[in-house]
T-cell receptor
Framework: AQKVTQAQTEISVVEKEDVTLDCVYE???????LFWYKQPPSGELVFLIR??????QNEISGRYSWNFQKSTSSFNFTITASQVVDSAVYFC????????????FGTGTRLTVIP | DAEITQSPRHKITETGRQVTLACHQT?????MFWYRQDLGHGLRLIHY???????NKGEVSDGYSVSRSNTEDLPLTLESAASSQTSVYFC???????????FGQGTRLTVV
């Protein structure tokens, strides 16, 4: 069955520090998709990134970077030089064929960036 | 710009009443979803649809129903609202399976 674990419930960092949000997933499928979403205090869910299981290349987008490691079933998200605007709840999600490719979400990590 | 909208944004209802939450998307996406968000549980899938006249149960479908009569809309009905259904509800849509979903702004439902 599909499972996404975000073991860090809450993280606090001081502005300009780097922070890594962990995501560990479980699936029996060889084809699957991983996602990160951001939920700021306003409540909407903002799509950040999608990665398929055949693409292990790490990705960088500005201050954001993602490390996908199939060997450890992890898809971690790093924010470099954090800013107050990064304060949000971040969700990791998995879509696989067993689950009809619907998104299964982790429980989220609440990041607070202290000015 | 294409978008996905939910209404109402906030609703208070009484136990036992039927409630319908609306979801409308202009992306022309085939796939539509309803999730509920509760503290400690993240987002859990209630129902989903891959096209007109197609509906499927998700992880937490008991007490909920959906219908898909056109591409744009997937209303969620609570047949007889219960206090356990107090939650924030999100509607989403995606172009095809395996692609990112775009979410509405959410509906905060309180059942008293």
């Amino acid at each position: 069955a599909q499972k996404v674990t975000q073991a860090q419930t809450e993280i606090s960092v001081v502005e300009k520090e780097d922070v890594t949000l962990d995501c560990v997933y479980e699936t029996r499928d060889t084809t699957y998709y991983l996602f990160w979403y951001k939920q700021p205090p306003s409540g909407e869910l903002v799509f950040l990134i999608r990665r398929n299981s055949f693409d292990e290349q790490n990705e960088i987008s500005g201050r954001y970077s993602w490390n996908f490691q199939k060997s450890t079933s992890s898809f971690n998200f790093t924010i470099t030089a954090s800013q107050v605007v990064d304060s949000a709840v971040y969700f990791c999600a998995l879509g696989d064929q067993t689950g009809a490719n619907n998104l299964f979400f982790g429980t989220g990590t609440r990041l607070t960036v202290i000015p | 710009d294409a978008e996905i909208t939910q209404s109402p944004r906030h609703k208070i209802t009484e136990t036992g009443r039927q409630v319908t939450l609306a979801c409308h998307q202009t992306w022309n996406h085939n796939n539509m979803f309803w999730y509920r968000q509760d503290l400690g549980h993240g987002l859990r899938l209630i129902h989903y649809s891959y096209g007109v006249q197609d509906t499927n149960k998700g992880e937490v479908s008991d007490g909920y129903s959906v219908s898909r009569s056109n591409t744009e809309d997937l209303p969620l009905t609570l047949e007889s609202a219960a206090s356990s259904q107090t939650s924030v509800y999100f509607c989403a849509s995606s172009a095809k399976q395996g692609t990112e979903a775009f979410f509405g702004q959410g509906t905060r439902l309180t059942v008293v």
